[in-house]
Protein backbone atom coordinates (compact mmCIF):
# COMPACT_ATOMS: atom_id res chain seq x y z
CA UNK A 1 0.00 0.00 0.00
CA UNK A 2 2.90 2.09 0.62
CA UNK A 3 4.33 1.98 -3.00
CA UNK A 4 1.18 2.35 -4.02
CA UNK A 5 0.83 5.64 -2.42
CA UNK A 6 4.22 7.19 -3.09
CA UNK A 7 3.38 6.28 -6.53
CA UNK A 8 0.49 8.42 -6.43
CA UNK A 9 2.35 11.48 -4.80
CA UNK A 10 4.78 11.31 -7.20
CA UNK A 11 2.65 11.18 -10.15
CA UNK A 12 0.52 14.36 -9.17
CA UNK A 13 4.07 16.21 -7.89
CA UNK A 14 5.60 15.51 -11.59
CA UNK A 15 1.75 16.87 -13.22
CA UNK A 16 0.99 13.82 -14.91
CA UNK A 17 -2.75 12.99 -14.45
CA UNK A 18 -2.89 9.99 -13.30
CA UNK A 19 -6.82 9.17 -14.76
CA UNK A 20 -8.30 8.08 -17.93
CA UNK A 21 -10.95 10.80 -19.52
CA UNK A 22 -14.18 9.35 -20.86
CA UNK A 23 -13.07 8.79 -24.26
CA UNK A 24 -9.90 7.09 -23.03
CA UNK A 25 -12.06 5.03 -21.01
CA UNK A 26 -14.15 3.93 -24.28
CA UNK A 27 -10.78 3.40 -26.25
CA UNK A 28 -9.81 1.31 -23.30
CA UNK A 29 -12.96 -0.60 -23.23
CA UNK A 30 -13.34 -1.55 -27.38
CA UNK A 31 -9.25 -2.29 -26.96
CA UNK A 32 -9.61 -4.91 -24.00
CA UNK A 33 -12.21 -6.62 -25.83
CA UNK A 34 -10.91 -6.48 -29.01
CA UNK A 35 -7.35 -8.03 -27.77
CA UNK A 36 -9.44 -10.58 -25.70
CA UNK A 37 -11.57 -11.17 -28.67
CA UNK A 38 -8.66 -12.35 -31.33
CA UNK A 39 -6.47 -14.19 -28.11
CA UNK A 40 -9.65 -16.34 -27.46
CA UNK A 41 -10.48 -17.19 -30.85
CA UNK A 42 -6.73 -17.79 -31.72
CA UNK A 43 -6.78 -20.06 -28.58
CA UNK A 44 -9.77 -22.00 -29.24
CA UNK A 45 -8.14 -22.48 -32.66
CA UNK A 46 -4.55 -23.57 -31.65
CA UNK A 47 -6.37 -25.58 -28.73
CA UNK A 48 -8.43 -28.00 -31.40
CA UNK A 49 -5.19 -27.77 -33.43
CA UNK A 50 -3.32 -29.38 -30.76
CA UNK A 51 -6.20 -31.27 -29.15
CA UNK A 52 -5.18 -29.29 -25.62
CA UNK A 53 -7.40 -27.54 -23.49
CA UNK A 54 -4.20 -26.80 -22.03
CA UNK A 55 -2.69 -24.78 -24.82
CA UNK A 56 -5.41 -22.70 -24.75
CA UNK A 57 -5.74 -21.50 -21.84
CA UNK A 58 -2.33 -20.54 -22.38
CA UNK A 59 -2.73 -18.68 -25.15
CA UNK A 60 -6.23 -17.19 -23.69
CA UNK A 61 -3.93 -15.89 -20.62
CA UNK A 62 -1.19 -14.52 -23.32
CA UNK A 63 -3.97 -12.36 -24.49
CA UNK A 64 -5.76 -11.24 -20.66
CA UNK A 65 -1.82 -10.28 -19.88
CA UNK A 66 -1.79 -8.14 -22.86
CA UNK A 67 -5.18 -6.71 -22.28
CA UNK A 68 -4.37 -5.97 -18.96
CA UNK A 69 -1.13 -3.83 -19.68
CA UNK A 70 -2.74 -1.81 -22.58
CA UNK A 71 -5.64 -1.10 -20.97
CA UNK A 72 -4.99 -0.52 -16.61
CA UNK A 73 -2.19 2.05 -16.98
CA UNK A 74 -2.97 5.80 -18.04
CA UNK A 75 -1.32 5.96 -21.16
CA UNK A 76 -1.43 8.90 -22.79
CA UNK A 77 -3.59 7.76 -25.66
CA UNK A 78 -6.09 7.46 -22.97
CA UNK A 79 -5.45 11.42 -21.55
CA UNK A 80 -6.26 13.43 -24.92
CA UNK A 81 -9.72 15.04 -24.25
CA UNK A 82 -8.98 15.58 -19.83
CA UNK A 83 -12.46 17.41 -19.23
CA UNK A 84 -11.97 21.03 -17.47
CA UNK A 85 -13.11 21.68 -13.98
CA UNK A 86 -14.44 24.70 -12.64
CA UNK A 87 -12.56 27.03 -10.41
CA UNK A 88 -13.87 25.87 -6.53
CA UNK A 89 -16.75 28.51 -5.41
CA UNK A 90 -15.45 30.86 -3.14
CA UNK A 91 -16.47 30.05 0.31
CA UNK A 92 -19.59 31.53 2.10
CA UNK A 93 -20.87 31.82 5.67
CA UNK A 94 -23.99 29.30 6.34
CA UNK A 95 -26.49 30.91 8.77
CA UNK A 96 -27.64 29.51 11.43
CA UNK A 97 -30.68 27.97 11.59
CA UNK A 98 -32.92 29.19 14.31
CA UNK A 99 -35.13 26.14 16.19
CA UNK A 100 -37.72 26.91 18.05
CA UNK A 101 -39.95 24.56 20.17
CA UNK A 102 -43.17 24.57 20.07
CA UNK A 103 -45.57 23.91 17.69
CA UNK A 104 -45.17 24.30 14.05
CA UNK A 105 -47.08 27.39 12.40
CA UNK A 106 -48.29 25.27 9.47
CA UNK A 107 -52.05 24.17 9.42
CA UNK A 108 -52.92 20.53 9.43
CA UNK A 109 -55.67 19.52 7.95
Given at each position: ???ITE???LLQV ?96
Open positions: MYLTVQSNTSIFQDFEGQKLAEILQYAILAVFGIAGFIWGYIAESFQETFYVVSVGSLLASLVVLPPWPMFRKHSLPFQPAAPKTEKKAAVQTKGKSSKKRN
